[in-house]
């Protein structure tokens, strides 16, 4: 079945770096696109950026382009985003997304704390 595991969460401080990684298994990785979103407590998940399936085409939310960076690699099944400039708005848990045969699927999420 389609598995999907978020690592590389972690306490930073403003205007640092961090690498989320998202490996996938169960499913044709190379051809379905792939969304990271975020979630606050108490607040409504949110789309954070989408990468198609070849990986060549990239959208991101307003409030982190230029900020993050999101990229897939078709031969190892896993996506990244990297996200450089952290604010303490970015606090939140984040989540990669697939949407595959007709259903969506979730990780279990990893969790990204930028405080000082």
């Known amino acids: 079945q389609v598995q999907l595991v978020e690592s590389g969460g972690d306490s930073v401080q403003p205007g640092g770096s961090l690498t989320l990684s998202c490996a996938a298994s169960?499913?044709?990785?190379?051809?379905?696109?792939l969304q990271w979103h975020r979630q606050v407590p108490g607040k409504e998940r949110e789309l954070v950026a989408t990468?198609?399936?070849?990986?060549?085409?990239?959208t991101y939310a307003d409030f982190v382009k230029g900020r993050f960076a999101i990229s897939k690699d078709n031969n190892q099944n896993m996506a990244f985003i990297e996200m450089k400039n952290l604010k303490p708005e970015d606090t939140a848990v984040y989540f990669c997304n697939v949407f595959v045969m007709g259903r969506n699927y979730w990780g279990p999420g990893t969790e990204v704390n930028v405080s000082s």
């Open positions: 169960g499913y044709a990785f190379s051809i379905y696109p």
């Open positions: 990468i198609s399936a070849a990986g060549q085409m990239t």
